[in-house]
């Protein structure tokens, strides 16, 4: 089974602290993503990454940045954590290829900044 | 309009009900869906997958895609509460990023 681990299930911090989530697989997937989940906005996609060193935008990414320097971690990184960032936070793995392509889950990080 | 629209609920239904959950698109370049279910606090896991309209059953769970109508369907019999979750639908278009529908919270009550 693909396994997607997140190092801290919940985490936390106060404003304005850098803030690092860890995220590796197992499965050597290509593509990597981060993703946060509120409620009543569903999953927004704010970094992804399809090879080690490359980084795109996703949906929001203003005050994020994210660091690939191993095929399997992909981290994300908050420079100057705000409340407004307070918020579950899931990475995501593909297969990749886009035919049959498959995403799957981390059991995500729930991030309160006070 | 969202590219992809789904009830968010709260469904609540008695144990052994058939479920019935939903999803329309408006993109008609989505080739491959995808159910996840969600519980409590945990991350999203794939539960089915399909890339053709028609039908594909997994045990209780049963995914159905009309490319027609825009329209996919995911089907619980004898629904149990270990089934109370979230469910998000999930689309991918060749070539670029997945889309999720915002997710349907269901409860089976005992």
């Known amino acids: 089974d693909v396994k997607v681990t997140q190092s801290s299930r919940y985490l936390v911090k106060r404003t304005g602290e850098k803030v690092f989530l860890e995220c590796v697989q197992d499965?050597?997937?290509?593509?990597m993503f981060w993703y946060r989940q509120d409620p009543g906005l569903g999953l927004r996609l704010i970094y992804f990454?399809?090879?080690?060193?490359?980084?795109e935008k996703g949906d929001i990414p203003e005050g994020y940045s994210v660091s690939r320097e191993k095929k399997e971690r992909f981290s994300l990184i908050l420079e100057s954590a705000s409340t407004n960032q307070t918020s579950m936070y899931l990475c995501?793995?593909?297969?990749?290829?886009?035919?049959?392509?498959?995403?799957?889950f981390g059991s995500g990080t729930q991030l309160s900044v006070l | 309009q969202k590219e992809v629209e789904q009830d968010p609920g709260p469904l609540s239904v008695p144990e052994g009900a058939i479920v019935s959950l939903n999803c329309t698109y408006s993109?008609?370049?989505?080739?491959?869906f995808m159910w996840y279910r969600q519980y409590s606090r945990k991350g999203p896991e794939l539960l089915m997958y399909?890339?053709?309209?028609g039908n594909k059953e997994d045990g209780r769970f049963t995914a159905q895609v009309d490319k027609s109508s825009k329209y996919i369907s995911l089907f619980i019999r004898d629904s149990q509460p270990s089934d109370s979750a979230t469910y998000l639908c999930?689309?991918?278009?060749?070539?670029?990023?997945?889309?999720f529908g915002p997710g349907t919270r269901l409860s089976v009550l005992p």
């Open positions: 993109n008609s370049a989505f080739q491959y």
């Open positions: 999930a689309m991918i278009p060749y070539g670029q990023n997945f889309v």
């Open positions: 995501a793995s593909s297969t990749g290829g886009g035919v049959g392509e498959k995403l799957f």
């Open positions: 499965m050597d997937h290509e593509n």
């Open positions: 399909t890339y053709s309209s």
């Open positions: 990454s399809y090879d080690v060193k490359m980084k």
